[in-house]
């Protein structure tokens, strides 16, 4: 039984009922009576609705309701709601299509959901829902954002011309202009970042149970933020008074940002329960997934950096398509906007930038935020320019980076694109990065490769990300249509273990664990006696959930800050009981004491005492110890580092190895660095899993997702990956209360960047300045052929 404090490295709590079995899953709850429910979805990319035809499945075996699009509309259900907007450079707000939760006139991508089934087991709704005739007239898909925008495009949404959502700009297009003009060099490069399809281990799933005695709906749902699911569902959706409407995510089995929007089937499954009074479950398998769930990045860029004679940088130019999909999801239309342009300056003095985006529809499943959401866009584009422009001054790329990094000194450090970096040492990173992957030991790593006829490459890429969503006011102006703080309830019960009640949410990110460092720290209570509750929109006061890499920069703000109130109620409550002036009282390791004297009483003492106030100031202070606090942050938090990547290749076969991977990371203070590491582990194998593996691919006349499964969507595997070296070099936040800063994307923000620049830092020889993600041995095959069909060995 003792505190663990910060930067300590227990075992994570919450893995003891993980191991053994025993957490409790959307999946795993069963209630009385519970329907079972099936989405009939579209096979079609892009079609009419010419009519829905639902008797067949009404009269099937078990069924119990079967309802659709119309159904719903004509019930006054409204559509999905977007909870971020964004204005284009011409003033106008982006086009804001309807998103009924059920297709009602039109279907817009394959899987888009048309009609629900609800029948006594989900065996008999899947076979009822064959039973669903859909009467669709084919439409022309479109695919392809260069397609899409062409005038003679077929249209995704009839009031959406040219497919056109916004067209978005940042920064001073005529300061870029002069940097051109007066340029020694520009690099320039036109790339794609691949779509990605988030695979969270548990898929989907939603039960939903109205209790008619109350008049109440309860959601068990999947997801990162419960809190903003009851607001934007009951409130602009169903029209379910807030407080009659109870959101829980227990257990989730990761999220990776995938579970961080409100989806139409918990829309459905909420309405579907108040019109059969039953409650109903939805379970998503792996296939179903590939077809519902949001997915991430796919992007078209064109980018250009104006250097100087010396290398230096004078200006960025970045034009990118970004794809919606068909609809526009909860945060879509931020992610390629704000989340990307404002870090296009990285780790250096880039004194002009401007970038425009144009934000697009598709017939395509919906994009939204994946793992560091716009940061790793922005750290690829910005990152392979600068290897592109090494390569082309004959700069050597790691002095390319030195010419132009910020120094720690010049911290705080405003870019021409909204953020100030608080605070950072990015070539401390750079230095410890270079030491530790032994890059002076390279060249001869490369001679000895080629002896074996394998072309080896050394990758570098520095990042920084802005996370810890966000500061309210700044969201706000930027077009969030809600705030972005974090609260926190620390409850000290009458014997003083202690209960946290936070607005985050835990769905891997061991919050269990550094949330309760925290708190023992703080009021040097046991470890084992703070539990974390969370995911629970009944027990937890209103929060805005995890994403963003936020729940510790913010939440864990919450929280430290409800503790000192907790401490300050408890300095009071002991200045009576030892008879001591307020300012006399110090709490000192779990103990408030008199200073300079030996007179204390402990924290369950003082705890004891607030819940049985026989002897008790109640004259000032109300009994009970229980405190709750609002965190808004002042400024994102800049994490940020130097990952270093080295890959073989063999030319014959154009297999890749991964043969070592470094990453130098400021975290700021670190809670717990064995989950920090862990973090970056996960983060860095999902950027490898983007630059070498992942794609997510529609066939561009029909509109299907080709890679609809695990057979053709490649997810990395333990023995594709070398042994990671994570290797922090941290400087505190200059803002936030532990001078924390975020960890959650980190590693899938710098590895892309670093993987790619190592595969084309591997085929330098053949004159090859740039690769498309992913590098597959079959892009990497064909590459080498058409560059030189010939073996390295024989140079
Ligand atoms: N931490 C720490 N010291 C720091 C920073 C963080 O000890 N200086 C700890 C935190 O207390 C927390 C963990 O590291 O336990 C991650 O913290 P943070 O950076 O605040 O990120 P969040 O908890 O907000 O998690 C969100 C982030 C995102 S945006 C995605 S996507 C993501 C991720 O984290 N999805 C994940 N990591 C994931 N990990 C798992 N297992 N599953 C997911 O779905």
Excluded at 740 to 751: A, L, N, Q
Aim: some cysteine; proline content about 6%.
């Amino acid at each position: 039984m003792t505190s663990i404090g910060i930067g300590e490295a227990p075992k994570r709590k919450e893995d003891v009922r993980f191991l053994t079995g025993k957490g409790r899953y959307v999946a795993d709850i069963k209630l009385p009576n519970m329907a079972a429910a099936i989405f009939v979805r579209s096979p079609f990319a892009h079609a009419l609705i010419k009519s829905v035809d639902t008797d067949a499945a009404k009269g099937a075996e078990g069924v119990v309701a079967v309802f659709t699009g119309a159904e719903m509309d004509a019930d006054g259900v409204g559509g999905l709601p977007v909870g971020w907007g964004i204005t284009g450079s011409d003033g106008e707000p982006m086009k804001e299509p309807r998103h009924p939760p059920l297709a009602v006139d039109k279907v817009r991508h394959v899987g888009d959901p048309v009609a629900v089934v609800i029948a006594e087991t989900p065996e008999m709704a899947r076979a009822a829902a064959d039973l669903v005739a859909v009467d669709y007239e084919p439409l022309t898909p479109v695919v392809s954002m260069i397609e899409a925008l062409k005038p003679s495009a077929p249209l995704v949404h009839e009031d959406v011309p040219e497919n056109l959502c916004c067209d978005w700009s940042l920064g001073d297009a005529a300061a870029v202009d002069d940097a051109r003009a007066k340029a020694a060099h520009i690099a320039r490069i036109e790339l794609v970042n691949n779509r990605l399809i988030g695979n969270p281990m548990e898929s989907r799933a939603a039960i939903a149970d109205y209790d008619r005695a109350r008049d109440h709906y309860t959601l068990y749902t999947t997801s990162q933020f419960p809190h903003v699911v009851r607001f934007l569902m009951g409130g602009l959706v169903l029209n379910i008074p807030q407080h009659k409407l109870r959101i829980v995510a227990p257990d989730v089995g990761g999220g990776f940002g995938v579970k961080q929007f409100h989806y139409a089937e918990e829309a459905v499954l909420t309405w579907v329960a108040g019109k059969i009074r039953r409650p109903v479950k939805w379970v998503s398998d792996r296939s179903e997934g590939f077809i519902s769930d949001r997915q991430g990045r796919d992007h078209v860029t064109e980018a250009e950096l104006a250097l100087d004679a010396d290398g230096k940088f004078l200006g960025l130019w970045v034009r990118t398509l970004a794809n919606m999909g068909g609809y526009l999801s909860t945060f879509g239309p931020n992610i390629p906007t704000n989340l990307y342009a404002p870090l296009l300056s990285g780790v250096y003095k880039m004194p002009a930038i401007y970038c425009e985006v144009k934000v697009v529809f598709t017939n395509t499943l919906p994009v939204d935020a994946y793992r560091g959401a716009g940061r790793p866009e922005a750290t690829f584009v910005l990152e392979r320019l600068v290897d592109v422009a090494a390569i082309e001054t004959g700069i050597d790329k790691v002095e390319i980076r030195k010419r132009n990094m910020i120094s720690a000194d010049e911290y705080p450090y405003q870019t021409p694109v909204i953020v100030e970096y608080d605070s950072g040492d990015p070539m401390g990173c750079l230095e410890k990065a270079i030491e530790v992957a032994d890059i002076a030991g390279f060249e001869a790593r490369r001679h000895e490769a080629a002896q074996r006829g394998k072309y080896r490459g050394l990758g570098l890429a520095t990042y920084v990300e802005a996370c810890g969503l966000a500061p309210s006011r700044l969201a706000g102006q930027m077009g969030a249509r809600g705030g972005l703080y974090e609260s926190a309830t620390v409850r000290v019960h009458p014997t003083g273990h202690v209960s946290v009640m936070i607005g985050t949410h835990n769905h891997g990110q061991g919050h269990e664990t550094t949330f309760a460092q925290i708190v023992s720290d703080q009021l040097g209570v046991p470890f084992e006696d703070i539990d974390i509750v969370f995911g629970d929109t009944d027990r937890v006061q209103f929060g805005m959930g995890t994403y963003g890499s936020r729940s510790l920069v913010v939440g864990g703000a919450a929280l430290a800050k409800a503790g000192d109130k907790v401490i300050l109620k408890g300095r009071k409550i002991a200045a009576h009981l030892l008879e001591a002036g307020l300012d006399d009282i110090v709490f000192e390791k779990g103990d408030f004491k008199v200073a300079g004297t030996d007179r204390s009483k402990s924290f369950a003492e003082i705890a004891g005492a607030a819940y049985v106030p026989h002897n008790y100031p109640l004259e000032v202070l109300e009994p009970g110890l229980e405190e709750q606090a609002y965190y808004d942050p002042i400024n994102f938090t800049y994490p940020g580092g130097a990952h270093f990547c080295e890959v073989e290749i063999d030319p014959d076969s154009g297999e890749i190895e991964l043969k070592s991977y470094v990453a130098v990371d400021d975290v700021g203070t670190i809670i717990n660095p064995m989950i920090v590491e862990g973090q970056l582990h996960g983060g860095i194998v999902q950027g490898i899993g983007q630059a070498l593996f992942e794609h997510g691919v529609y066939d561009e006349e029909s509109g299907q997702l080709i890679s609809g499964s695990f057979m053709d969507y490649c997810m990395p595997r333990a023995d594709q990956l070398p042994s990671l070296t994570i290797s922090p070099h941290t400087t505190p936040c200059a803002h936030t209360p532990m001078g924390v800063k975020g960890c959650g994307e980190c590693g899938t923000i710098g590895s892309p960047a670093a993987v790619i620049n190592a595969v084309v830092d591997a085929l330098k020889p053949l004159g090859i300045t740039h690769v498309d993600m992913p590098a597959t041995p079959n892009r990497l095959w064909n590459v080498i052929r058409n560059a030189r069909p010939t073996s390295v060995a024989a140079e």
